[in-house]
């Protein structure tokens, strides 16, 4: 099984400041416990990084504060099932901010307009050499095994990843059938699979 | 596994799946542990990804919306089940009361939930009858058992309509609702560890039934009407 968070740890580094920060799994433990003002720093410490992630995929900066919100009371009263074993806190948190992002999203019952972030390219973020150092071995395995899949797959599952695309609205955007993109999503994360853990 | 369910597993992360299959996959979640583990797998494999995203700052008054909002009484615990709570917890316990008591006015809530206590004894040596006019069986049953940590809640007779779902609530003295999981047919059983309801006190508790979605409710709290409810009784020896 492939490890994963590692990359986290120095991403966010940039954003803790003045005296040095407790880590963030003992801000968690803390939390968990019913500690407002060790909550209180975990927020200071994440929530910029996992408001990134909230609003490239719901893009309605209302919407992306109301998720943010419902992340972190949902972090509040979870926190005492965080375990080590799951990852680093920050790649823990960061799964229930996409999964509330994405729940929100498709619950909505208004199309939204299918365009991606100004001028981002998915593939400039796996492609930048300068997030490639010594913490990068998780995302550079995963970039290479990306490197296997046709273009087409590799665009949908970034899109789908980072921007939060729908099979429909990925459709759209390539202008083809559900069903095609069904069979690239298919066949891109079964090849993205065996890679992984080949 | 299958290579179907690995996939699919594989969409519920990227989430491409549309809301309907999601609850539906979710609720196939809750039941099957090798999906829970495919998820957990997928969410690893692709998590790399998210750290590389930039982070914006969001707005300075956020934090304080966040504190007034966990600033509850109840103090943080762990969730249930996934869908056991939401920040909608607390209104929507106002709004399952309002419909309690106004299902009660009309007559509508079947409170035909049965709960005992059991205490000692193998569980093979166990019954409970409930009585109801007509012979029929009762819609459902919840045991509680101290001794053993366990809570169990068994369908008897209630059928889910097409396309909606039972969802099962714990609700202790004087809190909201909490999810136990959804129960969609005969012969279906929820089971728990009581350790795992955090601050679970058989005092006071009752069990109530809700139609909602298929999958269980979009909030994380109650939204529909209440089918059946009742009370945890002791059984006396």
New interface residues.
């Given amino acids: 099984m492939i490890g994963w968070g590692v990359a986290f740890s120095s991403s966010l580094s940039a954003s803790a400041s003045g005296s040095p920060a407790p880590p963030l799994g003992q801000l968690l433990a803390d939390a968990a416990r019913g500690d407002r003002r060790a909550f209180q720093r975990l927020y200071q410490a994440t929530s910029a990084k996992l408001f990134g992630v909230i609003l490239r995929i719901c893009k309605d900066r209302q919407m992306s504060e109301d998720v943010l919100q419902e992340t972190f009371l949902k972090i509040w009263r979870r926190a005492e099932t965080y375990d080590r074993a799951l990852g680093e806190p920050v790649a823990w948190m960061s799964v229930i901010a996409r999964r509330t992002s994405i729940d929100a999203l498709r619950q909505r019952s208004e199309p939204r307009a299918v365009t991606a972030t100004e001028d981002f390219d998915p593939l400039d973020l796996v492609a930048d050499p300068a997030s490639e150092g010594p913490d990068g071995a998780d995302l550079a395995a995963l970039r290479k095994c990306l490197g296997n899949l046709e273009e087409e797959q590799r665009r949908c599952v970034l899109l789908a990843y980072y921007e939060g695309f729908s099979r429909e609205e990925l459709g759209e955007k390539f202008g083809r059938p559900v069903g095609t993109i069904k069979t690239w999503l298919f066949r891109g994360l079964a090849l993205l699979r065996d890679c992984l853990d080949g | 596994m299958a290579?179907d369910k690995?996939?699919k597993a594989?969409?519920y992360v990227?989430?491409?799946?549309?809301?309907a299959e999601?609850a539906v996959f979710e609720r196939q979640l809750r039941r099957d542990p090798d999906l829970a583990v495919a998820v957990?797998?997928?969410?690893?494999?692709?998590?790399?990804?998210?750290?590389?995203?930039?982070?914006?700052?969001?707005?300075a008054d956020?934090?304080a919306?966040?504190?007034a909002?966990?600033a509850s009484p109840i103090?943080?615990?762990?969730?249930v089940r996934e869908k056991g709570?939401?920040?909608l917890d607390r209104v929507a316990f106002w709004r399952w009361t309002s419909l309690a008591a106004g299902a009660a006015a009309a007559g509508l809530a079947v409170a035909l939930a049965i709960a005992i206590i059991p205490r000692g004894g193998s569980p093979e040596g166990r019954f409970v009858a409930a009585l109801q006019s007509g012979g029929e069986a009762p819609p459902v049953v919840v045991t509680v058992d101290l001794a053993r940590d366990s809570l169990a809640v068994r369908s008897l007779a209630a059928t889910a309509p097409a396309e909606r779902s039972y969802e099962v609530w714990y609700i202790g003295e004087g809190e909201s609702p909490r999810s136990l999981g959804v129960l969609d047919e005969v012969g279906a059983v929820i089971t728990a560890s009581l350790s795992g309801i955090?601050g679970f006190r058989a005092e006071g508790a009752v069990f109530a039934i809700t139609d909602e979605p298929e999958g269980g409710s979009?909030t994380g709290g109650p939204t529909g009407p209440i089918v059946y409810s009742g009370p945890l009784v002791q059984q006396s020896l």
């Fill in positions: 290579e690995s996939i594989g969409e990227l989430g491409t799946l549309s809301a999601r957990e797998v997928w969410e690893r494999r692709l998590g790399p990804l998210a750290a590389e995203v930039e982070p914006v700052d969001p707005p956020l934090w919306r966040i504190e909002a966990t103090p943080p615990r762990a969730a709570e939401s920040l955090a979009p």
